[in-house]
C-alpha cells in the first residue's frame, strides 16, 4: 500500500458520507460509539456484533464500521422524519404524512426504549477497537442512484417491468441472491409516477404507500416490507397500484459501494463483510 496514505479519523469518516449523500447534519440514526484516528484499514459489515470486533481485532484493522444501527441509537425514531420530507416532495400532504410518521416514530420509541444501551459499545472500548455505523447518509446515496435509475429508463409510457429492469441496470441488484419483486400489480401493468421510498430509516409499511398511492404515485418501491405491514396494504386492494420490493441487502448495498469505493480511492483498505 502507498506510503503516503492518510489515515482518517471516525469524524472524518462520518463527515465523508455526510458530504456524498448531500447532506449536513449529523444523521440521527449513526453514532460513533468509540472513537478512532489514523484509520487505513477498516473492516466494514451490514450487521456487526461482537463477533465481528474479534475479528476485526484478529485481523488488525484500525476501525469497525457497520451499516446498520445498534440498539443503543436511541436517537433513531428522529431519522423517519425524513419521511415526511420525501412524501411531500411527492405530492403528500405535510399533516397526512407527519401523522403516519408519529404513528411509526412511537413503535420505534417503544422498542428503542428497552434495548440493551451498551452491549457491542462496550465490547468495543473493552477491545480498544473504533467502532462507528453509518446508515442514513449512505441509504441516501443508494436512494438517489436508485431513483436516478428509474428515471433514467423510465417514462409516462413505462410498466411495471421497466421499472424492474431500469433498477437492474445497478450491479448490486444483478450480482444478488435476491431478486426484485413485484409484491403487487402486474409487471405489465403502467407504472405511473415511480418513487424510490428508501433512506429513511426504515421502510415506510402501510401508512406511507397508501398515501403514496392516495396523492398520484403509482409505483411504490421499498427495499423490505415486513409480512404483516404488506398483508395491511394487500388487503385494501389499491386499484392500478404497484409495489416493488427491490431487496433489502442489496439496496444497502448500491448506497455502501460508492462510499467504499472513494475509501479505496483514497487509498484505505476495506475489507468487505457481512452483506458487501
Ligand atoms: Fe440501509
Ligand atoms: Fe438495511
Redesign the pocket.
Known amino acids: 500500500m502507498d506510503k503516503a496514505v492518510r489515515g482518517l479519523t471516525t469524524e472524518e469518516l462520518m463527515d465523508l458520507a455526510i458530504e456524498m449523500a448531500g447532506q449536513t447534519q449529523f444523521p440521527a440514526d449513526s453514532r460513533i460509539y468509540f472513537p478512532g484516528k489514523d484509520i487505513k484499514k477498516i473492516l466494514f459489515g ?1 450487521d456487526i456484533g461482537v463477533a465481528e470486533l474479534l475479528v476485526g481485532k484478529q485481523l488488525g484493522v484500525d476501525c469497525v464500521v457497520a ?2 444501527p445498534d440498539p443503543s441509537v436511541l436517537t433513531f425514531p428522529d431519522v423517519l422524519d425524513l419521511h415526511v420530507d420525501l412524501a411531500v416532495k411527492n405530492g403528500v400532504p405535510e399533516n397526512e404524512a407527519r401523522a403516519a410518521v408519529d404513528a411509526m416514530r412511537e413503535r420505534n420509541a417503544f422498542v428503542r426504549h428497552s434495548a440493551n444501551y451498551d452491549h457491542v459499545p462496550s465490547f468495543a472500548r473493552l477491545l480498544n477497537m473504533p467502532f462507528m455505523n453509518i446508515h442514513n447518509p449512505l ?1 441516501e446515496i443508494g436512494r438517489q442512484r436508485m431513483q436516478e435509475a428509474v428515471d433514467a429508463h423510465c417514462n409516462h409510457g413505462s410498466t411495471v417491468s421497466d421499472v424492474v429492469k431500469a433498477l437492474y441496470s445497478l450491479s448490486e441488484f444483478t450480482g444478488a441472491p435476491t431478486k426484485i419483486e413485484v409484491r403487487m400489480g402486474k409487471p405489465d401493468s403502467p407504472a405511473g409516477k415511480t418513487v424510490v421510498v428508501h433512506g429513511a430509516g426504515t421502510n415506510g409499511g402501510a401508512a406511507l404507500a397508501r398515501l403514496y398511492y392516495r396523492y398520484g404515485i403509482g409505483t411504490v418501491v421499498y ?1 423490505h416490507i415486513g409480512l404483516g405491514e404488506f398483508m395491511k396494504l394487500k388487503g385494501e386492494f389499491p386499484q392500478g397500484k404497484n409495489l416493488i420490493i427491490s431487496g ?2 442489496a439496496s ?1 448495498a448500491a448506497g455502501i459501494n460508492p462510499f467504499i469505493e472513494r475509501l479505496e480511492c483514497m487509498g484505505i483498505e476495506v475489507i468487505r463483510v457481512s452483506g458487501l
Open positions: 451490514i451499516h446498520h441509504d427495499i433489502h441487502i444497502d
